[in-house]
């Protein structure tokens, strides 16, 4: 537990001191030419705000993650998923539209009521729901549900830029983001999957990932019907 602690901070630290750096490194550069203006300095001033918006970001998900490390007690109460699933489509729809993409949600179910923390449930989907939108260029995405051995599974499927075969067994650790992901610029802290490993561990919640680069991922989210 020490030693993965210790590897945590110094992943956050190395992670924080490049948007810091970048921020001071812009201010300082303002300070060189006192007498320009707003104008002048518009493209330096929007990279500093770009970082502070990162930074801000990353404190907020490492916030989060620190949140659900330490979760005591959870709000257990019946849920339609189907109506859950449906709410986050509908929001998503006109982010798709706008984006160039195609959303599509079916609902295999024949009875939608589980149990189980419905904010909680919500954030893991959502996760992995931003992150379809976020690698998939402008193809389709893909919400569906079905049950098998009395459980839910929802699955999260694009035809994005997928996963290394090599980088499957690390997505899901903190601070992880492939080469490609940081060669193409794709914003993200590398946290986001962190929390929603341990969302799912907190919801009895099993994720199954499969990808192919270049051809996009699917995320099986295996929900029990009744946490109780």
């Not at 110094?10 to 948007?19: G, I, K, M, V």
């Not at 659900?68 to 859950?84: C, F, G, M, V, Y």
């Not at 798709?96 to 893991?124: C, H, V």
């Not at 992150?131 to 035809?159: H, M, P, R, T, V």
Request: aromatic share 6%.
């Amino acid at each position: 537990a020490w030693s993965l602690q210790a590897k945590f901070i110094q992943d956050a630290s190395h992670e924080l001191r490049t948007p810091i750096t970048i921020v001071s490194s812009k201010l300082q550069s303002l300070l060189t030419a006192p007498n320009n203006t707003i104008n002048d300095e518009v493209e330096t001033i929007a990279d500093a705000m770009n970082e502070t918006r990162r930074l801000k970001k990353m404190i907020k998900d490492l916030l989060s993650l620190s949140k659900e490390d330490a979760i005591i007690k959870l709000n257990i109460e019946e849920i339609d998923i189907n109506e859950l699933v449906e709410e986050i489509y509908r929001d998503y729809l006109d982010i798709a539209t706008i984006q160039g993409k195609t959303l599509i949600y079916e609902n295999n179910l024949k009875n939608n009521i589980i149990k189980s923390d419905k904010n909680k449930l919500r954030q893991l989907l959502l996760i992995f729901i931003d992150n379809a939108f976020k690698y998939n260029k402008n193809d389709e995405i893909k919400l569906a549900l079905e049950e098998k051995d009395n459980k839910i599974i929802c699955s999260i499927k694009d035809s994005g830029i997928g996963i290394k075969e090599s980088d499957l067994n690390h997505i899901f650790d903190r601070f992880f983001r492939s080469d490609k992901v940081r060669n193409e610029d794709i914003d993200g802290s590398g946290i986001g999957l962190s929390i929603a490993k341990m969302i799912s561990i907190n919801l009895n919640c099993k994720i199954n990932a499969y990808s192919r680069e270049n051809e996009g991922s699917k995320f099986d989210i295996i929900i029990p019907r009744d946490m109780n």
